[in-house]
């Protein structure tokens, strides 16, 4: 069980987190910031497997990845 | 559910000016956690350089210092031996550490001074809007170059790692790159391995890490980490460039 959640007023729309993804799951949303940039985001909650490497790959520290049982 | 990620503590909690797909915010990251890592965060002075790093003073956690241009490693070595305890880093992008600051940079590195500097390398002048950096690769379109970087007219660019390895006083030289999460982690290793070195005290050690500067290569961040696997990664090869074992 894995959950990714952005910090969408920090997302600058680079997309480099949805060629990061393993599952292919992030894409770039319709609607924008206060920035004015396309964020990141991820509507199959349930592909994600929680690697971290959006995380990894994320310059400016939008994405936040947790993992372990529901509780 | 348990958080696998966090902001580390060496990181203030502000937004990065650098444009989008920038690789300095990846760098500052990786600086960070491994300050954390290593416990020194209380005992640690970075350097930030002039280039759009300049700003890395308002984001690392830690006792920073602005220096004037190309002069970061003169000002650690300047703090390092006032205060031998304290770890002392220098961050410097390709503008300051191999145009203005490389007779710095060499003489620190030759004194064998105990600091590490993370050398940023995108292949541009990136603050003041694109202009040729002595790391433009041949044939790189840029604001000063616009029919490409020619050997005849500007010269050949300068690896970094290559010249600095054989220099008695380095312990450790590594060049890394930051375009995918791969090699994001071994740069992370990288900068672990150059701040060990410096607190066992054994000698100068670099870390050069290739990022890519969209807004200035006229690219998108994805078309830019192309151009990195394409054209940068080859000229500047990956590797340990000097260990403690020799050169490599």
């Keep these: 069980m894995a959950r990714v959640t952005f910090r969408e007023d920090r997302c600058k729309g680079c997309q480099l987190c949805t060629t990061a993804c393993p599952k292919k799951i992030i894409f770039m949303a319709s609607s924008i910031n206060e920035m004015g940039y396309h964020v ?32 | 559910m348990r958080k696998i990620t966090a902001r580390p503590y060496s990181l203030r909690d502000v937004p990065f000016h650098y444009c989008p797909g920038c690789m300095h915010g990846i760098a500052h990251r990786l600086v960070a956690e491994v300050i954390d890592e290593l416990g020194v965060s209380g005992r640690t002075i970075g350097i930030s350089s002039v280039g759009c790093s300049v700003f890395a003073k308002h984001y ?13 490693p003169s000002i650690a070595t300047g703090v390092k031996r006032v205060l031998p305890d304290r770890v002392l880093f220098t961050y410097q992008g390709d503008g300051d550490l191999a145009a203005i600051g490389i007779g710095d940079f060499i003489h620190t590195a030759y004194r064998g001074e105990k600091i590490t500097t993370i050398f940023v390398n995108n292949a541009v002048y990136g603050m003041t809007g694109g202009q040729m950096a002595p790391t433009t690769l041949i044939g790189q379109v840029t604001k ?23 220099v008695e006083g380095v312990a450790y030289v590594e060049r890394v790159s930051l375009h995918n999460p791969k090699e994001i982690i071994k740069a992370k290793k990288a900068i ?30 994805l078309e830019a980490v192309k151009w990195m696997e394409e054209k940068m990664i080859p000229f500047y090869p990956l590797g340990v460039y000097k260990s403690p074992a020799g050169v490599v």
């Design chain 2, 60 to 72: 690392f956690n830690v006792d920073m210092i602005q220096a004037a241009h190309g002069r970061a």
């Design chain 2, 192 to 221: 672990k391995k150059a701040f060990e070195m410096q607190l066992n005290g054994i000698g100068f050690s670099l870390v050069e890490a290739l990022s890519a500067c969209p807004t200035n290569l006229g690219l998108s961040p």
């Design chain 2, 144 to 166: 000063t170059t616009p029919f490409g970087r020619s050997v005849e007219i500007n010269g050949n660019p300068i690896r970094v790692c290559e010249l600095i390895a054989p």
């Design chain 1, 40 to 71: 990141a985001t991820v509507t199959e909650q349930e592909k994600c497997t929680g690697c971290g490497l959006c995380v990894i790959m994320c310059p400016d520290m939008v994405i936040e990845v947790e993992r372990g049982r529901e509780n």
